[in-house]
């Protein structure tokens, strides 16, 4: 019998903790392979805690709405056979390898560990707080000789940067033709013993009549007001406010919505419409499309936009459209669509909410002409869509100045003014007005 260690894997860059919602199995239980174990909850999305191995759930180290960091420890799983063994468990039994008392089951795994290290020298390799490494690509490494070092620099292809068994094999090939450079073992200094830390101090009390009722905040609730809060103290909050007649949008909308909907099967909102042209801005504004890390500015490649969405119980997340400024209008719609309903019901993913560059958010929705956002850290900017007016406007002609009814909207700009200028903040705003108004109402899709 052998135990494995079931640790919090790694869930996105800016990940670094979640909050255990749920058990799905209880001490005892019976877990397959791939099998769910436990539900989380990150800052902004929900997720579930897979098995990595088949056998008995023997410990649980933490409880329903405790907070774990990455990599810690979760669970204790009791397995059979030597092709479930963890890694660690594998180099405890090679240092008993001379007691008798052994099972037969561990004697086979030491021999067979000493086998492979005759031929091969193996390092022993593991999942990290940075990584998460498969049992299958584990076990590949173990067998190839490839080390610790080797496997962390290894660019990963799967999900949230993973390795796949393609990249790993593909590294063992290339390191084979001797196209592959020896990574650099990295030394880390000492870290020095931290000063106690103060207590903290314990929250007031609410006070309130005996006729009001007191609400608990939400988990998510908490840690949005605790990310509002940092933001503005974080950023030197500047808006600019800017008017765009959307008239020929609304009418080439009102023209083609009944025919895309039949062809493509799906709903032609105004939002896919307005993320296209912020898309084209931001290409025009690359500096628009950067992130702040304390004193350096950090200009991205990718334009990838945070739409803002309201949930059912009055929460917020911002689910991210990936490359945008690469999709045409119909992969946008289906984009815009598809993050919205799945946000909805609560079924995103930690990556569809990580690497957004830039964020828009439709108060408009609600009746609003205007606002004034938070910025989304560490974001520079961010564009709130006001709702669209039917409003008497002045409509310039060679014959004259005349007075009809237009559809208009405001564009509210909110940017970071420590790395933002106002005329750059200005132009970029004016930018994304410029391509509503000149929408061609003879596009065709």
């Known amino acids: 019998m052998a135990k494995f260690e079931l640790k919090l894997p790694k869930m996105g860059e800016s990940v670094a903790e979640a ?12 877990i397959e392979l791939d099998e769910t174990v436990l539900e989380i909850a990150t800052d902004k999305v929900d997720s579930e805690v897979p098995s990595e191995v088949e056998g008995v759930l023997i410990e649980k180290r933490f409880e329903v709405n405790d907070v774990v960091q990455v990599g810690q420890v979760v669970a204790i ?23 008798e008392e052994e099972t037969v089951a561990v004697e086979e795994v030491v021999e ?11 390092v022993a390799v593991a999942s990290t707080e940075d990584r998460f490494y498969s049992p299958l690509v584990k076990n590949i490494a173990r067998e190839e000789g490839i080390s610790q070092e080797e496997l962390d620099a290894i660019s990963g292809t799967g999900k949230e940067g993973r390795v796949t068994k393609n990249d790993i094999l593909e590294y063992i090939s290339n390191k084979e033709n001797g196209t592959v450079v020896a ?9 020095q013993p931290k000063a106690p830390e103060q207590p903290k101090a314990a929250p007031a009390p609410v006070v309130s009549s005996g006729e009001d009722e007191i609400i608990e905040m939400t988990r998510m609730g908490k840690l949005i007001a605790h990310h509002m809060v940092e933001s503005v103290q974080t950023s030197a909050h500047v808006q600019s406010f800017i008017e765009a007649d959307v008239t020929n949008i609304w009418n080439w909308r009102k023209k083609v919505k009944d025919g895309f909907m039949k062809r493509e099967g799906e709903n032609l909102t105004f939002t896919p419409i307005f993320m296209e042209a912020i898309a084209k801005a931001l290409r025009d504004y690359p500096l628009m499309n950067i992130s702040v890390q304390g004193d350096t500015i950090v200009k991205k490649k990718n334009i990838n936009l945070g739409m803002a969405a309201s949930l059912p119980d009055g929460n917020l997340i911002v689910p991210v459209i990936k490359n945008a400024d690469q999709l045409n209008l119909v992969g946008m719609t289906k984009q815009v669509n598809d993050l919205a309903k799945r946000a909805r019901a609560n079924q995103l993913k930690p990556d569809d909410i990580q690497g957004g560059t830039y964020t828009v958010t439709n ?23 006001g709702a669209i007016r039917k409003v008497p406007a002045v409509i310039e002609t060679p014959e004259g100045d005349f007075i009809g009814i237009r559809y208009k909207m405001f564009l509210s700009h909110s940017y970071d003014h420590r790395v933002v200028n106002g005329a750059l903040g200005g132009e970029f705003v004016k930018a994304v007005k410029d391509y509503l108004e000149a929408w061609d109402v003879n596009r065709e899709i």
Do not use: H, R
């Open 112 to 122: 067979s560990i000493k086998k492979v290290k005759e031929t091969l020298a193996p």
């Open 19 to 30: 909050t255990i919602t749920s058990w799905l199995k209880e001490v005892g239980d019976t």
């Open 363 to 385: 108060v408009g929705t609600f009746g609003s002409i205007m606002g004034t956002p938070i910025i989304n850290q560490p974001q520079v900017g961010i564009l709130a869509l």
């Open 77 to 99: 799983i009791e397995t059979e056979g030597e092709g479930a063994v963890d890694v660690k468990e594998t180099e405890e039994t090679s240092v008993v390898e001379s007691n």
């Open 183 to 191: 990574p650099k073992v990295e030394t880390k200094a000492v870290a």
